[in-house]
């Protein structure tokens, strides 16, 4: 494998990917400062927003997800705190890895580079699906750090995951053709499949891009999400202030019996079940709910 153009599978399709990924960067809507940071996984890229001297809040993409899944939510995310929205380095996007991921601790490990290098001794930290999951492992390493921590729609820590969710999301991670990846992600967002019209759009424009990047990419080994134990949840509670929103109809948990689980022994940490919407309908449809509710979150002006 050539370092000139590894983790893509040749220059050519390094040079594809990254046209595609800029063209999609022109619909980031509000300024923005691109910077690179070095850690012990590799270059990270950054995309900075907001007020040099407004409260910063680390934003941590999903599985194959980049800096750009946030373009939603970051207008408002954006307008009164200093945000820093992450390329994964062991992911698709503008960071490129030189190691691999291996092990949980191995997030942890990276984050803390990341926020090292930003020159961040505290920050808020807000994480979607497998990015949530990392932030949570990570606030609890390192609680000193963390002021707030926000969880959308984390997808394994509150429970396991059935085999029947984690055969599916193999399958479509070991053969990406398009038939498997249209049924896997039409099933995770049967809600905003159903709704038609731009809804469903987004939903087929996410199978457009997915397979897009994997016709660029070698594949990584993904490393599986764990599940936080009762006594990893309290603690979480008595580190800071924790905010966990889920969607009512996602695929990879029962929602209601983990937040009644999560209320149970974890009390302190504030709760949410949007109802109508599966794993990805919160940057499909409840974009606005979930940068007002989380805005309320870090301001402290929740009723």
């Known amino acids: 494998m050539s370092e000139t153009y590894y983790p893509h599978r040749s220059l050519e399709a390094r040079e594809k990917y990254y046209a595609h990924y800029d063209e999609q960067a022109l619909r ?18 950054i995309r900075v927003s907001g007020p040099e001297d407004a409260p910063p809040l680390v934003l941590v993409p999903g599985d194959t997800d980049t800096s750009l899944s946030w373009i939603p939510f970051i207008e408002g995310l954006s307008a009164n705190h200093r945000t820093f929205a992450i390329d994964h380095v062991y992911d698709y996007g503008r960071s490129v890895r030189t190691r691999p991921m291996e092990r949980p601790e ?47 729609a984390p997808p394994a820590s509150l429970e396991p995951p059935s085999i029947y969710v984690v055969f599916r999301a193999v399958l479509q991670d070991l053969f990406p053709t398009r038939s498997i990846m249209t049924r896997y992600l ?20 996410l199978i457009e891009d997915l397979l897009f990047s994997r016709k660029c990419y070698v594949r990584r080994r993904f490393v599986m999400p764990t599940s936080l134990s ?11 202030p924790t905010l966990c929103i889920v969607a009512e109809n996602d695929k990879t ?51």
Request: aromatic residues 10%.
């Open 28 to 45: 980031w809507p509000v300024e923005c400062q691109e910077k690179t940071v070095d850690t012990s996984f590799g270059s990270t890229f």
């Open 106 to 152: 191995d997030f942890v490990t990276w984050l803390d580079d990341v926020l090292t290098s930003l020159g961040l001794e505290r920050t808020d930290l807000m994480g979607y699906s497998y990015g949530s999951w990392q932030a949570s492992m990570y606030a609890l390493a390192h609680p000193e750090r963390i002021r707030k921590l926000i969880l959308i």
């Open 186 to 205: 039409y099933w995770l967002c049967e809600d905003e499949v159903r709704l038609g019209g731009q809804s469903k759009a987004a939903v087929d424009q």
């Open 230 to 240: 009762d006594e990893e949840w309290a603690a979480l509670a008595l580190a800071g």
């Open 253 to 303: 948990h029962n929602a209601q019996r983990a937040i009644e689980r999560l209320n149970r022994v974890a009390p302190a940490i504030e709760t949410e079940i949007v109802e109508g919407i599966g794993h990805q309908g919160f940057a499909i449809l409840k974009a606005d709910w979930v940068t007002e509710r989380v805005l309320r979150f870090l301001e402290g002006t929740d009723s």
